[in-house]
C-alpha cells in the first residue's frame, strides 16, 4: 500500500455530508417555524386589541353613553369630548391585565355629523418576539381600527287638535250610550227624548251634560281628557332627550261664541306641563238649538284646519333646531258647517253635515307635515232622528256601520300612510292614541 492511499480514500468518503447538510438546512427551517410561532401569537393579540376598539367604539355612542348625551344639547356638528373620553376608558378596561404586548397609542374619534354620531378607535401596540429576535427582530408591531356609527333621536313636534265639538259628548261604550238615552227617556224637561248626546247648552241648567256627569255617564271627551294626559307620559318614558319631542294642545274652542282654534297648550318640551293642561279639555258649550254664534254648526273642519296649518312652522330634517312636524288628530270625522264649506250640504238649509274634506288634510301635507289621525268611530244611535236622518247614509258600510264608511274612508285618506288609528266604542282611546305616537316615532325613523 502506497503512502498516500488513506489520504485518497479521505478525499472521495461522502458518508458525512448529510449531517453537514442537515445542520445547515436546519438554520432557516428553525427560523421560519419561529416567525410562524411569532406572527401567529402578534395576530392573536390583534385580535385581542380589535375586540376591545369594537367595544369602545359601539360603547362610546351607545344610547346612554356620555357621549350620546353630550350629543343632544349640541347645536352644531363636530367632535364629542365626552364621547372621546370615554371610548378610551372603554378600550383601556378591556386590555386591563393583559399582557404579552405594550400598547403605543390609542386613538378614539367620536363626531356628531348633523342627526349622525360616528365612533372610530385606532390602535398601535408592540409584541416581543421570541424566533425573530434571533435575526435581529424584537418585536411586531400590530394596528387595527374599529368604527360605529348610531342615528341620533328625532326631534319632533306634535300638534294635537281635539275635536271637542258637541258630537263628543256622546257616550264613550254602548253602555254608555245606552244609560244616556234610557235617562232622557220620559225626562220631565223634554219627555221622549231618548238624546245620546250629553250636550253641554248653556242655556238649560237641566242640560245632558250635567245630567251625565250625575249619572256617572263616561262621554267622549271624558275619555280624550284622560287619554291625552297618558300620552303625555308615554312621551316622556319614550324620549331619549328632554327636549326631544314638544307638545302643543288644540281645540275647537270653549264655547260656540269663540269658535275657532283654541291653544290650551302652546309648543314646549315641558311633558309635565303639557300633561296638567291637558285637564283643560272639555266639551265645547253652545247656546241651544239655532245658536245664535254658529247656529248649531259645531264641527267647522274648514275653518279649524287653516288655522292650525297657519300656527305649524315648516318642517325640519329632524334636529333640535329644526325639529319634524307632526299633526296629531283626533276626532269622530263629521264635519257641521254652512253648506258652502263641506262636501254634503242639506237640503233645504245653509247648515252641512258630512265626512271631513281630505283636501284640508292635504295642505298641510303637501308642506312635509305628517298627519296622525285617530278616528273615534261614529257611533249608531237609531233612536237619534237628526243621526238617521244626516249621518247615517254615509257612515254605512256594506253591511252597516264599518271601517269602509264614507267617514272612515276621508278620515284614513287625512292620514299620512301608515298613521291612521280606528278605535271602537269599546277599545280604548287611550291605549289608540299611545299605539298611534308610537307609530309616528317609528315612521320619523324609517322615513328619515
Known amino acids: 500500500m502506497t503512502p498516500l492511499r488513506p489520504f485518497r480514500r ?35 393579540i390583534r385580535a385581542k386589541l380589535l375586540s376591545a376598539a369594537d367595544a369602545a367604539s359601539v360603547g362610546a355612542i351607545a344610547k346612554a353613553s356620555p357621549g350620546f348625551i353630550a350629543a343632544g344639547s349640541m347645536t352644531s356638528d363636530g367632535p364629542i369630548p365626552a364621547g372621546i373620553a370615554d371610548a378610551k ?17 390609542v386613538t378614539p374619534n367620536v363626531t356628531k355629523t348633523g342627526g349622525v354620531l360616528t365612533s ?24 387595527g381600527s374599529s368604527t360605529a356609527t348610531a342615528n341620533m333621536p328625532l326631534y319632533i313636534d306634535f300638534y294635537l287638535l281635539l275635536d271637542n265639538s258637541p258630537s263628543m259628548g256622546v257616550g264613550a261604550t254602548p253602555s254608555d250610550v245606552s244609560a244616556l238615552v234610557s235617562a232622557t227617556t220620559g225626562n220631565s224637561f223634554k219627555p221622549n227624548d231618548q238624546c245620546a248626546f250629553a250636550c253641554h247648552d248653556y242655556n238649560d241648567p237641566n242640560n245632558y251634560y250635567n245630567l251625565a256627569k ?32 314638544r307638545m302643543a294642545i288644540y281645540d275647537f274652542g270653549a264655547s260656540s261664541a269663540t269658535y275657532g282654534l283654541r291653544s290650551l297648550f302652546s ?33 267647522q273642519f274648514t275653518t279649524v284646519f287653516p288655522q292650525i ?30 253648506n258652502s264649506a263641506c262636501l254634503k250640504p242639506i237640503t233645504g238649509s245653509n247648515r252641512c253635515q258630512s265626512p271631513i274634506n281630505p283636501a284640508l288634510c292635504a295642505t298641510l301635507k303637501n308642506r312635509g307635515i305628517k298627519i296622525a289621525v285617530l278616528y273615534t268611530t261614529y257611533l ?13 247614509p254615509f ?10 264608511s264614507q267617514i272612515a274612508q276621508n278620515m284614513q285618506s287625512c292620514a299620512s300612510p301608515g298613521l291612521y288609528f280606528e278605535v271602537s266604542p269599546t277599545q280604548g282611546i287611550s291605549a289608540a292614541m299611545t299605539a298611534l305616537f308610537q307609530k309616528a316615532v317609528s315612521d320619523a325613523r324609517i322615513s328619515s
Not at 225 to 243: F, G, I, P, V
Not at 312 to 330: D, E, R
Open 10 to 44: 479521505f478525499l472521495h468518503d461522502r458518508s458525512g455530508n448529510i449531517a453537514i447538510i442537515f445542520g445547515l438546512a436546519l438554520i432557516p427551517i428553525v427560523v421560519a417555524i419561529g416567525c410562524a410561532v411569532d406572527y401567529s401569537r402578534a395576530n392573536q
Open 89 to 105: 376608558s372603554i378600550f383601556n378596561g378591556n386590555v386591563f391585565n393583559q399582557n404579552g404586548f405594550t400598547i403605543d397609542s
Open 309 to 338: 296649518n297657519n300656527t305649524i312652522a315648516n318642517p325640519g330634517a329632524g334636529t333640535a333646531s329644526a325639529p319634524l312636524k307632526y299633526l296629531f288628530f283626533v276626532s269622530d270625522g263629521v264635519a257641521d258647517e254652512p
Open 267 to 299: 309648543l314646549s318640551s315641558s311633558l309635565s306641563s303639557a300633561k296638567s293642561a291637558a285637564g283643560n279639555i272639555d266639551l265645547m258649550g253652545v247656546y241651544g238649538n239655532n245658536d245664535a254664534y254658529t247656529g248649531d254648526k259645531d264641527s
Open 380 to 392: 249608531a244611535l237609531p233612536t237619534n232622528n237628526w243621526y238617521m236622518t244626516w249621518i247615517d
Open 214 to 245: 250625575t249619572l256617572g255617564v263616561t262621554t267622549r271627551i271624558d275619555v280624550l281628557r284622560s287619554a291625552t294626559q297618558q300620552l303625555m307620559d308615554t312621551a316622556a318614558s319614550t324620549q331619549t332627550y328632554s327636549n326631544q319631542f
Open 395 to 404: 257612515n254605512q258600510g256594506p253591511f252597516g256601520p264599518s271601517p269602509n
Open 120 to 143: 372610530t378607535v385606532q390602535f398601535t401596540a408592540d409584541v416581543p418576539t421570541m424566533f425573530l429576535s434571533m435575526i435581529g427582530r424584537n418585536k411586531v408591531t400590530v394596528t
